[in-house]
Nanobody, 128 residues
Framework: QAQLVESGGRLVQAGDSLRLSCAASGRTFSSYAMGWFRQAPGKEREFVAEISRSGGSTYYAESVKGRFTISRDNAKNTAYLQMNSLKPEDTAVYYC?????????????????????WGQGTQVTVSA
């Protein structure tokens, strides 16, 4: 089972860009669909984006569509979340998640990540 470590979170200003990374251990990274979630203070964890095993399919929450881009490099066992035009409401702890997926080029229902592997999270704070 993969272990995940997020990095890249920090304090930025509204309008800035930031790239988060999620490094996975093990040799089976390409067998996992990867997802990004976030949890703001006092709120439930919410889905942000996900990417298929091959990287050919992606899916985004409406709140980040057009601003965030998820990607992966299977050779480096790493998934990324490029965040542009950040807003104060993007402030949250960001988590990456991995879930075994059968189909190479399709995303999975975000709820299925609940049964997957999670990282420890990285804090993103966007000041106004």
């Amino acid at each position: 089972q993969a272990q995940l470590v997020e990095s890249g979170g920090r304090l930025v200003q509204a309008g800035d860009s930031l790239r988060l990374s999620c490094a996975a251990s093990g040799r089976t990274f390409s067998s996992y669909a990867m997802g990004w979630f976030r949890q703001a203070p006092g709120k439930e964890r919410e889905f942000v984006a996900e990417i298929s095993r091959s990287g050919g399919s992606t899916y985004y929450a409406e709140s980040v569509k057009g601003r965030f881009t998820i990607s992966r490099d299977n050779a480096k066992n790493t998934a990324y979340l490029q965040m542009n035009s950040l807003k104060p409401e993007d402030t949250a702890v960001y988590y990456c998640a991995a879930r075994s997926a059968y189909r190479l080029g399709y995303v999975i229902p975000p709820a299925e990540f609940e049964d997957g592997t999670w990282g420890q999270g990285t804090q993103v704070t966007v000041s106004a």
